[in-house]
């Protein structure tokens, strides 16, 4: 029997259970999946503690992997057995094998393998979203981005510096800010002994940012909005220390807008999926952008894992393996 990783009642690493389950199948519009990667992103962690709140329990919890498709149920057409595929958003994926609508799935160009693609995918279609449809980033355009050496962050250093925009990124030590630096982030600041609102109004001669990118959350509101100019943009797309608590809306000063972006949204039609995901594997054939596996887990060691991430102990991207 397969093995998956379950969540039986939310909690701490700790309640990431490796067990035995039966083995899945494809209903009408899905396809089996042999997995050969599967991502780690702060939204499992979301999902495992109850900050994401899901319908029911035991629950297998990640949304992010790559495989090879080893069975069809009934009116699948787009892809066939044997296809090298990959998905970001559809939860289910700490698992050797599950199904997936077939809808939600895109196929792996040649030149990717499915570790490549499983570490790439959620965080890559994150990027894109977030340049390219939450705000347009441009030459002209200066930004500062939260956590710039994390796994989206050090891919937003790559596609920013593609864009010829300027990139202002925190990181909280000197290595990581030495990996932002090197993929391409124009100006590092170091949180553990420097004022991020303080050195932004310096990098930007108190002009401020156009946009600001926070998957932080708790800890950074509301000082990300005092480095923006007016009229500028908070992007708020994770809650790493914790959610941004409730606030008024006087605290928008300057007339700035505020959103709160999901991935799920932007990609919710089958065409916009297939073409945010081209757009993000173009950029990694093409050498635009490279994407960097820093830790790999097997499977049974998922708690291992969230505790490094919560920890903050990691950079780049995380998979784990069946």
């Not at 090197?182 to 170091?190: A, D, K, P, R, S």
């Not at 004022?195 to 401020?208: H, I, M, Q, S, Y």
Request: a neutral charge; glycine letters at 10%.
């Amino acid at each position: 029997m397969p093995h998956s990783v379950r969540v039986h009642s939310i909690g701490g690493p700790e309640a990431l259970v490796y067990e035995e389950v039966a083995m899945p199948v494809p209903g009408p519009g899905e396809v089996l999946l042999r997995q050969h990667a599967i991502g780690v992103n702060f939204i499992d962690i979301y999902h495992r503690s109850g900050l994401y709140k899901l319908p029911e329990y035991p629950v297998t919890i990640g949304s992010e992997g790559a495989g090879e498709v080893v069975a069809l149920g009934p009116e699948v057409t787009r892809l066939k057995v044997g296809d090298r595929v990959a998905y970001a958003g559809a939860i289910g994926g700490y698992a050797e094998v599950r199904t997936v609508r077939a809808d939600r799935l895109v196929k792996i160009p040649d030149g990717i393998d499915y570790e490549t693609a499983a570490g790439m995918l959620l965080r890559g279609m994150t990027v894109r979203c977030l340049l390219r449809d939450v705000y347009r980033v441009d030459a002209s355009t200066t930004l500062l981005f939260h956590a710039a050496a994390g796994g989206v962050g050090l891919i937003a250093c790559q596609w920013v510096r593609s864009l010829g925009a300027t990139m202002i990124g925190t990181v909280g030590s000197d290595e990581k800010a030495e990996l932002a630096r090197e993929n391409g982030c124009t100006h590092v600041i170091n949180t553990a002994r420097e004022d991020f609102v303080e050195r932004v109004r310096e990098l930007t001669a108190g002009k401020g940012c156009d946009v600001v990118y926070d998957s932080i959350g708790k800890d950074t509101f509301p000082r990300s909005l005092d480095c923006l100019r007016p009229r500028g943009l908070w992007a708020s797309f994770g809650n790493a220390s914790g959610p941004v608590p409730p606030f008024e809306l006087t605290a928008l000063k300057g007339s700035l807008f505020a959103t709160r972006p999901s991935i799920l949204a932007y990609t919710a039609t089958t065409q916009d999926l297939e073409e945010n995901a081209a757009d993000v594997f173009e950029m990694v054939l093409s050498g635009k952008i490279r994407i960097s596996i820093n830790h790999r887990y097997p499977l049974a060691r998922a708690a291992d894992a969230h505790r490094d991430l919560e920890a903050r102990r990691t950079t780049g991207s995380i998979i784990l393996v069946p």
